[in-house]
C-alpha cells in the first residue's frame, strides 16, 4: 500500500520561507515522479510543483517559479518544497502526490498560513 505523510507547514510572515517535507512508502520511489499540489480556502486543488524520475527535472505553476524549489532524495524516500517569499496567494493545505498503478495517492496535506 503506497502511504505519503507530509510535515512542514505552519504559520509564517510576509516574505518569510517554509520547507515542506513528504516521506512515501509503499513503492520504488526513485521510479516515480512526484508533484506537491495545494487547495486554498474556497479554491479548486493546484499543482504547484513536480519533479520527474528519476533524474530529478523539475516544472513548477506560474504562480511559484522563482520562488519555490521541488526535490527528491531517492535513498531516503523523501520530496522536498522548499518555498521562499511567501505572499497572500500561498496560503493553503498543501500535498504531495503519486500516480502509481493507474490510481492517485495522496497525503492528508500540511497547511500553510502566511500572516502579513
Known amino acids: 500500500q503506497v502511504y505519503l505523510q507530509e510535515s512542514g507547514g505552519g504559520s509564517v510572515q510576509h516574505g518569510g520561507s517554509l520547507r515542506l517535507s513528504c516521506h512515501a512508502s509503499?513503492?520504488?520511489?526513485?521510479?516515480?515522479?512526484m508533484s506537491w499540489w495545494r487547495q486554498g480556502l474556497g479554491k479548486e486543488r493546484e499543482m504547484v510543483a513536480n519533479?520527474?524520475?528519476?533524474?530529478?527535472?523539475?516544472d513548477y505553476a506560474d504562480s511559484v517559479r522563482g520562488r519555490f524549489t521541488i526535490s527528491r532524495d531517492n535513498i531516503r524516500r523523501m520530496l522536498y518544497l522548499q518555498m521562499n517569499d511567501l505572499n497572500a496567494d500561498d496560503p493553503a493545505t498543501y500535498y504531495c502526490?503519486?500516480?502509481?498503478?493507474?490510481?492517485?495517492?495522496w497525503g492528508q496535506g500540511t497547511q500553510v498560513t502566511v500572516s502579513s
Open positions: 502526490k503519486v500516480r502509481s498503478r493507474g490510481r492517485d495517492y
Open positions: 509503499g513503492l520504488n520511489f526513485r521510479l516515480f515522479p
Open positions: 519533479i520527474s524520475a528519476p533524474n530529478g527535472g523539475t
